[in-house]
T-cell receptor
């Protein structure tokens, strides 16, 4: 079956712009989470959505937002981009969330802010 | 604050020998612990998990051990193969009041298996 699909794979944006990243989870998975990976901070949790509702949120500023659609596809948005937002953004899906089934990650979107 | 710690940034092991990767955590509310393997420019790949009510879980060459009293878990790979060379991340999850989940990751251990 198809894995987690993230688009685009690479993105270059200018400071102050905004960006939208997309994630299509594995069919049947209702939980979608987003993570940011940077060399200094490692993998950090952004937020989790389940059935179109945000169930959990990490410690990121309000410039980071997300949403989930009725088909479980998810988008995350970053407004007023800063240089420090340059990172690999990873989406992960799970049937229900939690550790029972693990999470399947996509290949990520590499965002570079210049 | 870092709730999941992997104190060894790197590990080198000979092919055929055992690789032991270690992880410590601070939050006693974690209910599941997971190990992921990651190659550069790819997303992490799920390897194996263990519930907090168990102390051991095996899957082929991979075994995870959990010591709750010490808040410590380890991943054993036996025998190690060159294809196992990657960065290994330990992660832990706990539900919040909304039944939401988040994976708390360690910083990773880079494993190199030499022929």
């Amino acid at each position: 079956k198809a894995g987690v699909t993230q688009t685009p794979r690479y993105l270059i944006k200018t400071r102050g712009q905004q960006v939208t990243l997309s994630c299509s989870p594995i069919s049947g998975h209702r939980s979608v989470s987003w993570y940011q990976q940077t060399p200094g901070q490692g993998l950090q949790f952004l937020f989790e959505y389940f059935s179109e509702t945000q169930r959990n949120k990490g410690n990121f500023p309000g410039r980071f937002s997300g949403r989930q659609f009725s088909n479980s596809r998810s988008e995350m948005n970053v407004s007023t981009l800063e240089l420090g937002d340059s990172a690999l953004y990873l989406c992960a899906s799970s049937p229900f969330g939690g550790g029972t089934y693990g999470y399947t990650f996509g290949s990520g979107t590499r965002l570079t802010v210049v | 604050d870092q709730q999941v710690k992997q104190n060894s940034p790197s590990l080198s092991v000979q092919e055929g020998r055992i690789s032991i990767l270690n992880c410590d955590y601070t939050n006693s509310m974690f209910d599941y612990f997971l190990w992921y393997k990651k190659y550069p420019a790819e997303g992490p790949t799920f390897l194996i998990s263990i519930s907090s009510i168990k102390d051991k879980n095996e899957d082929g060459r991979f075994t995870v051990f959990l010591n709750k009293s010490a808040k410590h878990l380890s991943l054993h790979i036996v025998p190690s193969q060159p294809g196992d060379s990657a960065v290994y991340f330990c992660a832990a999850s706990a539900p919040n009041s909304n039944s939401g989940y988040a994976l708390n990751f360690g910083k990773g251990t880079s494993l190199l298996v030499t022929p």
